[in-house]
């Protein structure tokens, strides 16, 4: 029986004379062409088009329809619903470049566009939990006096331990 001559570990050649690991390895390098060097970091398509922002800031805008109280995305979309948009040579979602805005604060929060999905006491899924220290609206809030995780406090009120329970 013949052996795979790339790799060491003496697998038995599957198909152009290498073991199936190997092929598959080399069959992802040749669909990515010589330039392949690996997945980009996470955000570095995003830090390139937030420095060059001036360029396209305008454009971008231009797609967004804020005649009501949400601001609804007028461009193009993926399959999937997600709205796109092109600068500096790259294709990025758009709530990705709309999230510069919202991380410094400057949208509008209107009741309609979920600023009451904020509010952990009265969000809709919101259960009250009793705890040993009284009673709180919610799991989050509980978490938050306890100084643990909202998923650690339900999984105690779910058990019945240490004194927790829902109400």
């Known amino acids: ?3 795979c001559s ?3 570990e003496g697998r038995p050649i599957k198909v152009k004379g290498m073991c199936m690991a190997c092929y598959m390895r080399q069959r992802r390098r040749d669909k990515a062409g010589p330039a392949f060097v690996g ?8 830090e390139i088009a937030l420095t060059n922002r001036y360029d396209w800031l305008d454009r971008f805008q231009g797609k967004i ?3 009501g109280d949400c601001h609804e995305w007028q461009g193009g979309s993926t399959a999937a619903g997600y709205g796109v948009f092109h600068a500096c040579g790259y294709t990025y ?5 709309a999230f510069d805005m919202v991380s410094k ?3 509008n929060i209107t009741e309609k566009c979920g600023a009451h999905l904020k509010d952990r006491a009265k969000h809709p899924r919101a259960k009250p939990v009793m705890t040993p220290k009284g009673e709180f609206a919610s799991a ?5 006096e306890f ?3 909202a998923r650690t406090i339900q999984k105690y009120a779910t058990d019945g331990k240490n004194g927790f329970s829902w109400v």
């Open 93 to 97: 979602l758009a709530h990705r470049l």
């Open 147 to 149: 100084g643990f995780t």
């Open 1 to 3: 029986m013949m052996t």
């Open 65 to 67: 329809d804020a005649s």
């Open 6 to 8: 790339k790799c060491s």
């Open 39 to 46: 997945r980009a970091r996470t955000g570095s398509r995003e």
């Open 105 to 107: 604060g400057r949208q």
């Open 140 to 144: 989050s809030l509980a978490a938050d």
